[in-house]
């Protein structure tokens, strides 16, 4: 069994002063960098949205961030615009060092879906490659760190042990937004679908 380290999007707009900025968000990296330099394997994933994308509240007349609307897809949370493919917010936040990282995996890519997993975008059957990849390299037990606890990382998470992934996530390396009590409620859906908060 060989244990990869994913960290979910740890950019400039999900870190303070960013569009989309998670409190505390920038204050995980050193930790995260630290483990990196000891995974046997690394995957870094970046929310990378084009210009105008659907998940933008800017998109949708009368909406505001925070708003939910329905969309072909599912419910889907209004956000800020963030993430734009080429932006500094897109970026990685400087402190994160992304040296170790075997691959970068982007998201969130095409206009009119949004992806908070790793593994699916948020119609949750149109795969990113992850799977596979991970697969591939036998790469069966998985450690989950970045932001946000109660978005990506979650989705992420749910996602891998629904396919058979054994999945941790290290809490005190993750930052949450927590809107509406998504913090509570999404770290009782994992532990309730198994995946294992340290
Ligand atoms: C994220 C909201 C929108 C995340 C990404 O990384 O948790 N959240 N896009
Ligand atoms: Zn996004």
């Given at each position: 069994m060989t244990r990869a380290l994913i960290v979910i999007d740890m950019q400039n707009d999900f870190c303070p002063g960013g569009a989309l900025a998670v409190a505390e968000g920038d204050q995980i990296a050193p930790g995260i960098n630290a483990r990196m330099h000891e995974a046997e394997a690394v995957i870094v994933t970046q929310d990378w949205h084009p210009a105008g994308h659907s998940s933008f509240a800017s998109q949708h007349p009368g909406r505001a961030p925070f708003d939910s609307v329905d969309m072909p897809y599912g419910r889907q949370v209004l956000w800020p615009d963030?993430?734009?493919?080429?932006s500094s917010g897109a970026?990685?936040?400087?402190?994160?060092?992304?040296?170790?990282?075997?691959l970068i995996l982007r998201k969130?890519?095409?206009?009119d879906i949004d992806s908070y997993s790793a593994f699916f975008e948020n119609d949750q059957?149109?795969?990113?490659g992850l799977e596979g990849y991970l697969r591939s390299r036998d790469l069966t037990a998985l450690d989950l760190v970045g932001l946000a606890t109660d978005f990506c990382v979650a989705w992420s998470a749910l996602d891998a042990v629904r396919l058979g992934f054994e999945v941790r996530v290290l809490s005190e390396l993750c930052r949450g937004i927590d809107l509406d009590g998504s913090m509570a409620a999404q770290m009782q859906a994992m532990r309730d679908a198994g995946v294992v908060i340290i």
């Open positions: 963030h993430c734009v493919q080429g970026a990685f936040h400087t402190d994160l060092d992304t040296t170790r990282a075997d969130g890519f095409r206009r059957r149109t795969p990113t």
